[in-house]
């Protein structure tokens, strides 16, 4: 059987995120992960960092997240949304391991601590 699915509203995202707290660096610099979901993830960049930031559109890096019990998870990702004035900016995977995939679904489960 075959759905239409339409997104409406002011959030268009077809996976749902899930707001998050954790440090990671974004191409080396140091930044907080803010939202996560199966598709991408959403950070803010150092407040008081006074290192430029590169984070066009369209670039492709390296997101290391540091999970609360001391993993780190290395995910290649793309720049879909530039730092806004809030310094919040946002992109997506661009492929993702089978360890990752399970480490970002059991985060947005709650559940990291059993993977």
Known sequence: MSRNITVKGKNR????????DLPAEFDGQSVSLVDLSIAGFGAAVDATSVEPTDFAIGKVA???ITLKDGR????????ERGVAPDGTF???FVSLSDENY???????MGREHRV
């Open 13 to 20: 995202r077809r996976d749902r995120r899930h707001a998050l």
């Open 62 to 64: 390296v997101l290391a």
């Open 72 to 79: 780190r998870m290395r995910l290649d990702v793309i720049i």
């Open 90 to 92: 946002g992109g997506r």
């Open 102 to 108: 399970r480490l970002i679904e059991a985060l947005l």
